[in-house]
């Protein structure tokens, strides 16, 4: 980004996802030139004072001016009649989508709009017209299925990215109104390209709402841990420059999943005070009443778990009794909170509301015309009323004024504290230090041999002194995943300025949250751990990941039976196979120190992918001719005897069993063959590159390869040929000293070199 | 199981067991002859009455007889002396175990002996010398690192499975001291076979613990659920022949998974009476004291989830205070209970009780001496001190004296009972009814075309009227995943008798639950719904499924982007792969009717492997060509134009993309091409067909193959060779109607015959 600075951050972020639009026309409604809001050079590291952001008041009473158009009519200036017409309007935008499409969720939408009005109308601080402001208030629909609400919301308040005829289209091909929303680094990218899985969806960057349940509500809590790090870190007596609110929206679906009691419980226990969540009590889930599986005391639950708990009784017309929770939630200042809004779910469909028919289907014709009646709204499908859309217009000047403010107070911050605004601003742009990858650490033949989990631990505690942003945690395994960064501290309520995240034994809320983290703000980098196999309780959380492209690091130690006594249930099989099989992920599995500086090196870099790294529990020792660059390739020749190309046999490992490959090929070499050693650590990099390069490291007309990794052989097909041979692992592990288990189930030097020789 | 109706049906068991044995003599250390048993025949499907059981007096004061030995001794009849040296004795067996292998987890039973050793020695009905007995008290211990204290109660309590020559083998290659024990259905099975994923384990029927956090405490709902089902439906008022209670002892791990709050929230919405979890409450986790993760009011929340909660708070020597607790939670019989015991992890050992260093490593020589003089113990390793071994020997006599008593009950209720008593055995030994399978439904291509998810539910109701043992259900998608049987009604508190249960949106607890129902007895099959895609929520549970060998049914619906509108979240794209690399495990993925009842006859048929259906949301024509018999093998040939089983081209698809492949092969046909179309609903049971078979349907000359299928295409190359082609997904789906994104993701019969000519 050369440009940024001769840009305000905010713009530099708009161009930036702009950039990628340039070859779909269509998407491409949001420029520079079509900005409402002013323009700031606040964050412009010149300190110029002639900008025209220099020319707005700075004074804290300007900010409470905006604030009391913006945000505090919580006082009730708005007319009630206006306030449930706003409310319908909402309610019908749904009600008419979903009708249109013939597909949808309408029932939460009609039940949850008055706590949406309120919030997006009354409450929240956001700028309509440059959905990346850093400031704003984080909004995560957990309940991804009613994201018409969201929809409805976004349009009214202004946001380019929905306007009327992406309401008309939602749930069709290329719209911007999917089934499920979906939030990505960018406002809408096209169709498709090479490398990477991309699609044209919604852009709402203020806004996410994912669809698998829980998953919000464990967004949310990693947004609000952002927001309390940073704040902590950056914000100093006179300039709270990091400060907004995260609020979300569960229902009875969110609640059930167990993801959602894990991050509640850590939320509590970080006392995230800026956590206010909106529990959707309808009574109804897809099956039915909620009586049929779910009878638990969701308000004890939470207070237990350290939340402070509120109940509005009437969430369909009780407005005041909304705006009073959220008074006294903001009031509690050491708990996250939880208002229960008991609502019924398709609220003015006279025969459908309160029922489980209304929750995932179209009310039919004849259920939107008693609706319509019902509720009074004589109005065609999609229509805003003028009065409506009268009101909710100021919402884009107050949010350029919200936006202009806080970058006037950037700007003041930056001549005070110019080194935190220096690293706050990389942070927020995701702009990587000049230079950040000479941190990394190398490896000779010489180093000492080491497991991978240490090596890693070399290189996440390198990375952390050169990009500010890098922070994270294990699973309540740092001492056996090796990811505790020593110059810091523990995250805590009262420590929220240190980079070390304990997340308890919950692995599926760790990765969730840390989505929440990397989505925060592009240049903080979540990383997270547990043991490989327990991938498996976080693959939803991974699988978010790669969809909204989120750059979480997955740090994944005791990467095989070579983790030996603990036995089957703690050794990963077919965890290999089922990442490389996953879109937009990379897995990638190091050798010994120099491919692990390497993973690091390509996790960094891949600002829109996660990356999994799978560590060794045992030792390995340092390779000839391993590399970063090699790495970078994920797939290339660590060594080789052979020219023209035409080596004898190919042998491929990966990891651990590199170091077998390599003890193989010396054996071969003695007897005189050409033997090439292939280091295979990503199979998703290696895919990208050229068919030349593929071709110099596996000549098709070298049919004799033989590969070598301690897991399921599943797909490695593709890589050693018809005639090729796959060593691994195609059962359940067992438990015993690694190096017994390795030699019972035939990972050896002696079976690589016996298939060679098949081979040849 | 031709020989069980001249044994007793636990003969039968042990029995059919032992027969697993013969080619591993030294597994072999039970045997009908060496029993102490008597040679009961209740269970005898003839009335006879001068069976050794009958001599046994059937009153019920004999039972309480038993059972004052048994049972009752929490009246305190054991000196405390006594009991403070068996208590002592568990702990060294763990201590001396751990310090020999050098690896392990010694402080949880340090902390939980006392708990431990009143419940095999003072509370629980078991029969040592048979752990399949059906009335047996089941116990889990979920925290199962801390599986040494498990074993050192098995081997107290006289099983055979852990004598001391197993303890001296903790953790070592083919001991059955593993290091996180695993139960499968059999007592030790050879060390390896072809086609499955066998291992040497112990054998614990009589307990379940898996390593995974979590995972034992939801096997515990399932096993209480199974008791509570089967008992509302066999008992009488005056014959209770299904009574036993459910034991588990979780730690602070498993309290933090989300998977223990999704199941003990089901466990107090369904009111398991006679499941008793133990907390132990030791503070201590992997990475030092909860406090820096885990600060939530764990009883509160167990309030909240409708449990009935009991604070011991000297767990360490306050045994009356156990004693009490368990009467106490007896007592209670419409809720759970869940007894909160604090103590102190690693008690005894001077300088490292209290702290994460007693967690998961061995004390060290000198530790161990310290704690040796500390407590007292002047013996050698692994030494039982008479007096402990002459008190625990009792329970061998008063164990087959349980087993006969109900045995004989068991013969008074079949002679009452017929009906009941022969639907009730045939759970209990798993044997399938005669005939069973001419329930399944057949269809022609006339038959009208359907989703395989509402076929699935032909199926599923169609065969539970044959096998009594069938129960399942959703997560709050039945009417989605197609699930209800339609002539039952809910299993639910009161209505316990009923087969369709409803698991609220929890997947990952529902699959474990499921877990404990298969495991509970042979005869109860499991099944469970969600979205093919929300797998991913409950991997962690289908892998033990597959690990332990538990005969559970995944019913996943919509497992493609074949679903349309919900879009990429709810898409699968690399879940086939990602099973289909999964060990002992079957992936099914059926194309019409046939394939969807030989898929079920498959799933019933695999006693010893889950199976996962992957099911259409969208309508299927019922192709020409398909069958039952087809889908026993994996692979078969739907159509063929060739001969000499040389075809030009064969295109193989799976699922709802056989039809495509189907269409392509007509249109090619009629340009004169020898085309073959072969459906490939599952990659395992094809490879465990013969190589003939392999080679007459995918014949070894023939090259030119192109498969489809609405999936990654990682792993395809293993069926198409180098030379094929795959046609597939290798990016996230999108939203739209089902058509449109088939069409955009070139899933046609246009492409796989474009393909078909380029090869040909």
């Keep these: 980004m050369a440009s940024s600075s001769s840009l305000t951050l905010s713009q530099a972020l708009l161009a930036r996802a702009i950039s990628h639009h340039g070859s779909n026309p269509s998407s491409d409604r949001v420029s520079l030139s079509s900005l409402t809001i002013p323009s700031f050079s606040g964050l412009k590291s010149s300190s110029s004072t002639s900008s025209p952001a220099s020319r707005l008041p700075r004074r804290r009473t300007t900010r409470r001016a905006v604030r009391a158009a913006a945000v505090e009519t919580l006082d009730k200036t708005t007319e009630t009649s206006l306030v449930e017409k706003s409310i319908n309007t909402i309610r019908f935008l749904a009600v008419d989508a979903v009708e249109k499409a013939n597909s949808g969720h309408p029932g939460l939408p009609m039940g949850c709009a008055p706590m949406g009005h309120i919030l997006y109308d009354e409450v929240m601080r956001y700028n309509p017209k440059n ?5 704003r208030d984080r909004f995560v629909l957990s309940a991804g299925h009613g994201c018409m609400l969201q929809y409805a919301l976004l349009h009214l308040a202004g946001y380019d990215s929905v306007k009327e005829e992406d309401l008309n289209q939602f749930r069709q091909w290329g719209s911007r109104t999917p089934g499920h929303p979906e939030n990505f680094e960018t406002p809408g990218i096209e169709v498709t390209t090479d490398s990477n899985f991309v699609e044209m969806f919604g852009k709402f960057d203020s806004c996410y709402c994912l669809g698998p349940l829980g998953q919000g509500i464990a967004n949310a809590v990693g947004l609000a841990l952002a927001e309390k790090h940073l704040a902590a870190r950056y914000n100093k007596p006179d300039n709270e420059i990091v400060d907004h609110y995260t609020y979300a929206i569960l229902g009875d679906g969110c609640q059930m999943e167990g993801i959602s009691n894990e991050v509640c419980s850590l939320a509590g226990h970080w006392g995230l005070g800026k956590l206010i969540a909106f529990y959707d009590d309808n009574h109804i889930s897809i099956d039915g009443d909620t009586e049929i599986a779910f009878t638990e005391n969701v308000g004890q639950r939470f207070e237990s778990l350290g939340w402070h708990v509120i109940w509005v009784k009437n969430g369909n017309t009780g407005y005041d009794e909304i705006r009073a929770a959220i008074k006294e939630a903001k009031a509690v200042k050491d708990k996250p909170t939880l208002i229960k809004v008991t609502t019924t779910i398709g609220f003015g469909s006279p025969n459908k509301a309160n029922s489980y028919s209304v929750h995932g289907s179209a009310l039919g014709a004849k259920e939107v015309d008693a609706t319509r009646k019902n509720l009074g709204w004589p109005y065609e499908p999609f229509h805003v009323p003028e009065d409506v859309k009268q009101h909710w217009s100021r919402h884009t000047p107050d949010g350029a004024a919200l936006e202009a403010e806080w970058n006037a107070k950037f700007a003041e911050y930056e001549k005070k504290y110019s080194e935190e605004a220096a690293e706050l601003k990389s942070i927020i742009s995701g702009e990587l230090p000049a230079g950040w990858e000479k941190a990394l650490p190398t490896y000779t033949p010489e180093s000492p041999a080491d497991a991978t989990r240490n090596l890693s631990q070399q290189n996440l505690n390198a990375l952390a002194k050169v990009l500010p942003g890098l922070l994270g945690g294990s699973a309540d395994l740092a001492s056996s995943n090796m ?10 309520k009262d420590t929220p300025e240190e980079r070390n995240v304990r997340f308890g034994v919950r692995e599926h809320g760790m990765g969730a949250i840390c989505n ?15 043991f490989f196999v327990f991938t498996d309780y976080m693959r939803a959380a991974i699988r978010i990941s790669a969809l909204c492209e989120a750059r979480v690091i997955y740090v994944m130690t005791h990467d095989s039976i070579g983790l030996g006594e603990d036995g089957p249930t703690h050794q990963p099989i077919e965890h290999l196979a089922s990442f490389r099989a996953m879109p937009n992920i990379l897995m990638l599995r190091p050798a010994d120190g120099n491919e692990t500086a390497g993973a690091y090196k390509v996790a960094i870099l891949n ?12 030792k390995l020792p340092q390779l000839a001719g391993t590399s970063i660059e090699g790495v970078e390739k994920g797939g290339y020749i660590v060594s080789d005897n052979s020219s023209g190309n035409k080596p004898d046999v190919i042998l491929i490992g990966t990891g651990s069993e590199l170091e077998i490959a390599a003890k193989a090929a010396e054996e071969l070499r003695k007897e005189g063959k050409a033997v090439r050693v292939v280091s295979f650590v990503s199979w998703e990099l290696f895919d990208e590159q050229s068919d030349a390069y593929k071709e110099s490291v596996l000549p098709a007309a070298v049919s004799a390869r033989v590969s070598i990794e301690a897991g399921s052989t599943f797909g490695w097909e593709k890589i050693v040929g018809n005639n090729g041979k796959a060593i691994g692992i195609n059962r359940f592990g067992a438990s015993a000293p690694a190096g017994k288990i390795y030699k019972e189930f035939g990972l050896t030097a002696e079976a690589v070199i016996a298939a060679a020789k098949e081979l040849l």
Excluded: E, V
């Design 483 to 492: 990811t505790l960064l020593k110059m810091f501290g523990d995250f805590q």
């Design 607 to 618: 600002k829109k992918r996660p990356s999994i790294l799978a560590l060794s529990r045992q």
């Design 516 to 530: 929440g983290i990397a989505l925060h703000c592009p240049g903080l980098i979540p990383y997270c751990a547990t």
């Design 131 to 135: 959905p990346y402001w850093f400031n």
